[in-house]
Structure formats: C-alpha cells, structure tokens
T-cell receptor
Framework: IAGITQAPTSQILAAGRRMTLRCTQDMRHNAMYWYRQDLGLGLRLIHYSNTAGTTGKGEVPDGYSVSRANTDDFPLTLASAVPSQTSVYFC????????????FGPGTRLTVL | KNEVEQSPQNLTAQEGEFITINCSYSVGISALHWLQQHPGGGIVSLFMLSSGKKKHGRLIATINIQEKHSSLHITASHPRDSAVYICAAPAYSGGGADGLTFGKGTHLIIQP
C-alpha cells in the first residue's frame, strides 16, 4: 500500500450497532486525524493523535473514540451508532504534529438507519 | 478556536476565465491550506503557505498574514478545474498540531 487506506469504503449500519472505521498509513507520519464531512457543514475534526500512544478531542468528539497503539493505525469506533452519525469520514495524516501538508484517505461513507 | 470563512460558496464561470476564491480566518496561524475535492470525494492538498505567494501550474495562492486573508486564483480556467475548493487553517493558533478547521468550500463549475 502507498499513502493512506480506509476501510470499509461504505457501510450501512443499524442504529445502536458498534462500528469501527479503519485507517492505515505507510508513510510513518506521526500525526493522524479523523474528520467527518457533512453537506452544508464542511469538514469537522473528530479526534486527533500527534504520536503513537496519545490522542486528543476535536470539535465533534461525542459518540466516537479512537486509539493509537502504533504509528500506522488509527481506528475510529462508534460505540452505539445513531442516525446523526451518517456522514463521510476522512482519515488524514501528516509528518509531524506541527506544520506540514495533510494527506487524506479516500473516505468511508457511513449510513446509520 | 479559529473561524474560517470562504467566498463565494458557489461559482460558475466560462472556460478561460480568471477565477478567484477568497478565505479569511480569525486567529493568527503559521500556515494555511488550500484543498481540492473532485466529485467522487477524494481530497487533495493543493498548497500550504505561510507567507507571500505560491504557484503550481495555473493555480496561484496568496496569503496576507496581517490581514488574515488568503486567495486562490485559477488562470485560464478549464472544465477539469470543476471541483470544490476548501480553505483550512490550524484549529487554534500556531501550527495545527491539534488539527485543522475548514471553510465550507467553494463549489466551482467551469463550463466549456
């Protein structure tokens, strides 16, 4: 693989179910991010991680959790999905926690019914 | 928290026209980002700039740190430039270690 991969590409999920969106990068970037994109609201930061072992909350963290056990992987978990979490989710990374271009994954389209 | 405003929200132009998209932000930053998103969803970073001007092909980005304002220009626009252009700045002052905050995007359509 090269760059950032996300899985699944799309998913339809029943409300109340647990779901983990996967994100993997092979660029050895320290910083990783999860964003959601909604029509009319644009992209918003959910959670971030500046280095393996650390995470932080973004603008819209409620209902989501993340972990960063190693440099490459940054999974996003919805413990009990609700319809308002229907969105397109993008994972991104960049070389360090400071300035630097962000690289985006292809996105996961999630529908919660 | 930084607030990012973009204008216009929608822009339709004829092929060959000079295009300008504007972005303003509220908190001093070290660098501002311009992103492009084509129909189908992929997001690509076009520019990251902290001062002056950057050029890549027909795309030019400028920034005025004192005015907290940036512009993206497209010269000799082409239908393949049709996309959503998004301005982004660090969510808080500084370099953006804690992520970016985004404008709502400018939906650009270039008609042949």
């Amino acid at each position: 693989i090269a760059g950032i991969t996300q899985a699944p590409t799309s998913q339809i999920l029943a409300a109340g179910r647990r779901m983990t969106l996967r994100c993997t990068q092979d660029m050895r970037h320290n910083a990783m991010y999860w964003y959601r994109q909604d029509l009319g609201l644009g992209l918003r930061l959910i959670h971030y991680s500046n280095t393996a072992g650390t995470t932080g909350k973004g603008e819209v963290p409620d209902g989501y959790s993340v972990s960063r056990a190693n440099t490459d992987d940054f999974p996003l978990t919805l413990a009990s999905a609700v319809p308002s979490q229907t969105s397109v989710y993008f994972c991104a990374s960049r070389p360090s926690g400071g300035a630097g271009t962000q690289y985006f994954g292809p996105g996961t389209r999630l529908t919660v019914l | 928290k930084n607030e990012v405003e973009q204008s216009p929200q929608n822009l339709t132009a004829q092929e060959g026209e000079f295009i300008t998209i504007n972005c303003s932000y509220s908190v001093g930053i070290s660098a501002l980002h311009w992103l492009q998103q084509h129909p189908g969803g992929g997001i690509v970073s076009l520019f990251m700039l902290s001062s002056g001007k950057k050029k890549h092909g027909r795309l030019i980005a400028t920034i005025n740190i004192q005015e907290k304002h940036s512009s993206l220009h497209i010269t000799a626009s082409h239908p393949r430039d049709s996309a959503v252009y998004i301005c982004a700045a660090p969510a808080y002052s500084g370099g953006g270690a804690d992520g970016l905050t985004f404008g709502k995007g400018t939906h650009l359509i270039i008609q042949p």
